[in-house]
């Protein structure tokens, strides 16, 4: 019997704790095949944060580190700066990051730390059962804007990838999705050339992933995928924002 | 080695590079400036220094070094303090070493700059959530600021958990002539850490999350089993022991040197007092104390503050001794003669 397709060694045999339909299992595995890809996994280090992939230290097959809410790029910077030969990067949804921790994503950039941030995003607050984030869409509903997002009174969604690459010291910058099997090819490319780069002590790259969240969302898995491309796609757009890498 | 005239700040600085700190993280505040700026400058190069943008930042920086196997500090004063206990409380969920020095000032609020003690508290029972202790030492003076420094990474490497050095602001900012311990702290090996190095053969993970409450419950009775452990072998304290003493005064930090002052003036008044003082406040010395009070008239409990470690102070009692404070705040400092002074009032003006 021939092996045509296998599991990367970047994932550890633990079973996911995400939603079936949630995109978080392919930005996974995209993250796992990379450090697999590049040679990283032996010396690599994982910060989870804290939401849907708080577990994420028990999924990535490379040592890890649990982090406080928002705090990952921090903790981040505490490994990096004591093992700068190592890779380091942080695996970060958009409640954690584009809200609680926006202080300390902003200034991990701004010193141009050598890491690299995986942003999930799917303009949602999933674990705690589907809260507004700050990346909620004008007029989406969620259990805390339940007659949808008024964006008079709660903002508009705040865009990180736009925000990010104002920041001198941040290196790479660039918005994917996972929304289609063509998508999912060149996300995966974003997060290899923003772990290449680390790899080449370049500097700080984030990647911006547009992610589905059907239960949250209340759509089907499918459907889910449709709306990253139609209505997240279009409020975020897709693309780099950022490379002083090449 | 000769003694050299130093400021406390910049001593626990030195004396903590010395006993191998290669990672700090800090944020400026008063009155601790000197000891990040030490920092800044006397780091050695392979070591890590950060002037984090938060005191959130700055706690979760020594999170991220400690736990992959650095001797990390950070250090900061009474508001900054209360940012840094999330951190705090995850260090000693996740069992990693890291040293805090608190170089206090007074409060609540934004308070003020000047010394005082009135994050007693703050640093023996914390702010953060949980079941959790931090190992408080408290030197009163300059010399022994350095050497507790040095003593807290050896504390918190061997237990796995953080130690609070809290001086207060006098300590931090007093000229003193101090020797500095340059011998060199012995490593404890860190199987533990998550430093990106799978070569030891699987993966290491450092966490505080336990979803299982049958598991989270274990941890919780390990860590108390740490601290049962540490409160049995790390307990300290000073007692300057007088037969014929009547009246016992317990102080910490500076105060415990006015209370000094204020014995000799009330000998000279033929009245004799004793000192004790704690040296841990986190483990805090309860039989000792209360050993040491019997037969006494009474306590005074002295402090720079309203009265905090006198609640320690009457659990230490149990009664047994009555037991009275004396305390100013806002960074006022008491006078040995007002300590003199209390101390007749409560002996019926004599």
Known sequence: MTVVFKKTKGLTDAPFSYCPGCTHGIIHRLVAECLEELDLLDHSVAIASVGCSVMSYEY?????????????????????????????????????????????????????ENITVIFVNNAIYGMTGGQMAPTTLPNQVTTTSPRGRDVSKTGEPIKM?????????????????????????????????????????????????LSSCNIGWGLSPNDALQYIKNEMASYFPLGVYKDKGV | MSKVLMKGNEAIAQAAIAAGCNAFFGY??????????????????????????????????????????????????SPGLALKQEGISYCAGAELPAVIVSVSRGGPGLGGILPAQGDYNQATRGGGNGDYKVIVLAPNG??????????????????????????????GQMMEPVEINTEALPLIAK?????????????????????????????????????????????????????????MFVAYGTPSRIVKAAIENLKAEGINACLFRPKT???????ALKKAAQGKKFVLCAELSMGQMIQDVRLSLEGSVPAHFYGRAGGMVFEPKELVNAVKDHLGGR
């Open chain 1, 60 to 112: 990535f097959n490379c040592d890890a580190i649990q982090a406080a809410h928002g705090r990952a790029p921090a903790v981040a910077t505490g490994v990096k700066r004591v093992h700068p030969e190592k890779i380091v990067f942080t695996y970060q949804g958009d409640g954690d990051l584009a809200s609680i921790g926006t202080a300390e994503i902003v200034q991990a950039a701004h010193r141009g």
């Open chain 1, 161 to 209: 990838s736009e925000l990010m690459a104002t920041i001198p010291g941040a290196t790479y910058i660039e918005r994917v999705m996972t929304a289609d099997p063509l998508s999912v090819r060149k996300a995966k490319r974003a997060i290899k050339k923003a772990f290449q780069y680390q790899k080449e002590n370049k500097g700080f790259s984030m990647i911006e992933v």
């Open chain 2, 142 to 171: 300059v010399q022994e600021a350095t050497e507790m420094v040095r003593k807290a990474f050896y504390l918190a490497d061997t237990y796995r958990n953080p130690v609070i050095v809290l001086a207060d602001g006098v300590i």
């Open chain 2, 28 to 77: 400026p505040i008063t009155p601790q400036n000197e000891l990040i700026e030490y920092m800044s400058k006397y780091m050695p190069d392979k070591g890590a220094f950060v002037q984090a943008e938060s005191e959130l930042a700055a706690i979760n920086m020594v999170y991220g070094a400690a736990a992959a196997g650095a001797r990390a500090m950070t250090s900061s004063s």
């Open chain 2, 281 to 287: 406040l986190y483990p805090f010395p309860y039989e």
């Open chain 2, 191 to 247: 199987p533990w850490a998550s430093d990106g190095n799978l070569s030891r053969g699987h993966r290491n993970v450092v966490n505080s999350l336990f979803l299982n409450p049958v598991e989270l419950e274990k941890h919780n009775q390990d860590l108390r089993a740490k601290y049962d452990l540490i409160e049995e072998k790390e307990v300290d304290y000073e007692l300057s022991h007088d037969e014929n003493a009547e009246v």
